[in-house]
Antibody, heavy 117, light 107 residues
């Protein structure tokens, strides 16, 4: 129901745009989120966007470098990442809000971003 | 920022054992806490939301309790399929934080 794409190898300081295509539910009515997981590490919430793009939220670690957006007509979620650092290396998951609250379900399969020279 | 501390970091238990994982928050969350299960190479799966509500399709051996700043996830009778890492998640004003995870191993 959620399929991410756009990951890959990028040099420090570079940019990358992740996409997440949703299906099987009414995309327009749900808040959406990005969560990442560095190799061998725990989960880190990255960013969220409310339905209707009314508000966006970011973790301090990515604020000013990442931008979350959505296209309801394309049932798609995006994460524009710039000024990438080695510590941004992770699997990036998109996830939907559930029950009108910030509980994450379902999740996509994830897309790997590697920042390395 | 709200910090979440899970304990223990790892635990090893036998099939049939009762297992308890604790999550403590740096400030009161009311009941704005969820639990997830993650198996290697897979996306996390929602188990419990709003501290104690069991997600549809999740076995009843899983339960959550707590409010304020201390929460627990209990597996009443550990099964081989429960081998995984478990994370708590808080949300406050639409931002969120995960605990560092608890790896559950089967003896």
């Amino acid at each position: 129901q959620l399929v991410e794409s756009g990951g890959g190898l990028v040099k420090p300081g570079g940019s990358l745009r992740l996409s997440c295509v949703a299906s099987g539910f009414t995309f327009i009515g749900h808040g959406m989120n990005w969560v990442r997981q560095a190799p061998g590490k725990g989960l880190e919430w990255v960013s969220s966007i409310k339905s209707g793009s009314t508000s966006m939220y970011y973790a301090d670690s990515v604020k000013g470098r990442f931008t979350i957006s959505r296209d309801d007509a394309k049932t798609s979620l995006y994460l524009q990442m710039s000024s990438l650092r080695a510590e941004d290396t992770a699997v990036y998951y998109c996830a939907r809000d559930k029950y009108g609250a910030h509980w994450f379900d379902p999740w996509g399969q994830g897309t790997l971003v590697t920042v390395s020279s | 920022d709200i910090q979440m501390t899970q304990s223990p970091s790892t635990l090893s238990a036998s099939v049939g054992d009762k297992v308890t994982i604790t999550c403590r928050a740096s400030q009161s969350l009311s009941t704005w806490l969820a639990w997830y299960q993650q198996k290697p190479g897979k996306a996390p799966k929602l188990l419990i939301y709003k501290a104690s509500s069991l997600e549809s399709g999740v076995p009843s051996r899983f339960s959550g309790s707590g409010s304020g700043a201390e929460f627990t996830l209990t597996i009443s009778s550990l099964q081989p399929d429960d081998s995984a890492t478990y994370y708590c998640q808080q949300y406050n004003s639409y931002t969120s934080t995960f605990g560092q995870g608890t790896k559950v191993e089967i003896k």
